[in-house]
């Protein structure tokens, strides 16, 4: 790579001086693209390709390949086109490949606006606004990073590389991602703020996501005061009114690792805590009370039963709760102090920057079902399952960028679970009614 020269009285140059590009870098395996012609390297256009001009050249010369590796295209992996447009003085025949696939290559040789090739071969010219394009082919296949673009140019009389003023890149997405995707409640939505979201399930998705769509459609079933979405009133009409479900049964202090089904029906106390896989048996309820941090890092689990009296249930207060990422299901109630937070991928370090750490590798290799009531002061929806899966070849019903990256399920058995738990305590008493629309 070098700064281009302005050429005077070369020998070769016998169409004229180049046009004066300060700003230039060359492509080539030396400072200006000078020849290394020599008798053991020999270069035919040296001698022999003179006054050829037109697609003989392609005949004449040698030709050098420049590679560029690593190259990010980060979300243009997903493109439906792509270009990459030269700009500069090179009068060298050229064509592109990117990771091995030939690119429509065309250059404005003489002014063309239609473009110059011989034979896949593209011509640029040398002229003021001379230039030329390689454009993707169908069935080409882009990487996030790691792609490589090979450049190959024809040597010439006068040198064997390009001079390149600036390069610029083009795209146009695949339809599937020009369309809407987002999170839903199935029902009702009710926030003291904003509810960057959707109810009635108005974002719900199959691989293609939802067109023609806008914030009045897909939150129709948002509890809201006009013309916000949210915001529901400006005094909290949500009630903070909490009481710890109860079981009776102290049993002592738990700490470490633990294997929740190992411990007998009761109500525990915790510092730190991690909760590992585990399936609680049949009739087995148990209140873990931390005072510090629960970590999931495994898959927590319900038997099955018919017998209503019998239905298992593991309830978790603490400060945080921090789910692992290769959790894929979580059968409890997540509950956190008001300054706390449930997180389902990972820790979170500031609450300003809460996707930080957050990628592929990271987040998006599971998907993640909670079952259960979640009553937190922040909820980090961390996961991205679902949302790297765009092509059409990998549509996949259960992984495609309108799959949910986290499910979260109030079933019927925390409601007749809690109903058996209390039934015959007279504890059950209204906090709060709100009338909600039928669900169509």
Known sequence: MGKSPIIPGSPYCHQGVWDDIPNAKWISINSYGRHTHSSDKPDP???????????EMLECGNTYVFRLKNVKLNELKNAKKLSLNFAGAADNYVRVKI???????????????SGVQHQGWALPGFTSGSRF????????????????????VKSNPSHMGLVISDISLSYTMDRTYQNMYGSWGEYGII??????????????????????????????????????????????????NFTLPSIGGTRGNISGNVDVNSLASGEYNAGNVTLTGSKLSVG??????????????????????????????????????????????????????????????GVVISFG????????????????????????????LRRTYGGKH???AKNDPNMHPGTPAEIINLRADTYIWAYNNYRNTGAISTMNVRELPPRY
């Open 284 to 345: 087995k309820s148990i209140v873990i009370k931390s005072s510090g941090v629960v970590r999931i890092s495994g898959d927590l689990l319900y038997t099955d039963t018919n017998d209503v009296r019998q239905l298992p249930q593991l309830i978790i207060y603490a400060k945080n709760i921090i789910i692992e990422p290769s959790v894929g299901e979580v059968n409890a109630w997540l509950i956190t102090q008001k300054d706390g937070y449930v997180s389902t991928c």
């Open 133 to 152: 394009t390689a454009e993707m082919k169908p069935g080409t296949v882009l990487y996030g990073d790691g792609n490589v673009i090979d450049i190959y």
């Open 390 to 392: 765009a092509s059409s």
């Open 45 to 55: 256009s040296i001698k022999k390709c003179l006054f050829i001009t037109g697609a």
């Open 99 to 113: 990771n091995g696939y030939e690119m429509d290559t065309v250059g404005n040789a003489g002014g063309v606006s």
């Open 191 to 240: 926030a003291n703020g904003n509810a960057e979201s959707a109810s009635g399930a108005g974002l719900s998705s199959s691989f293609n996501g939802r067109s023609g769509v806008n914030p009045r459609d897909y939150n129709k079933l948002t509890f809201a005061n006009t013309p916000k979405f949210g915001n529901f009133s400006s005094a909290s009409s949500v009630p903070d």
């Open 353 to 380: 920057d809460w996707l930080s750490g957050v990628s592929e590798s990271s987040c998006g290799k599971k998907q993640l079902k909670v079952n259960g009531p979640i009553k937190t002061g922040r909820l980090f």
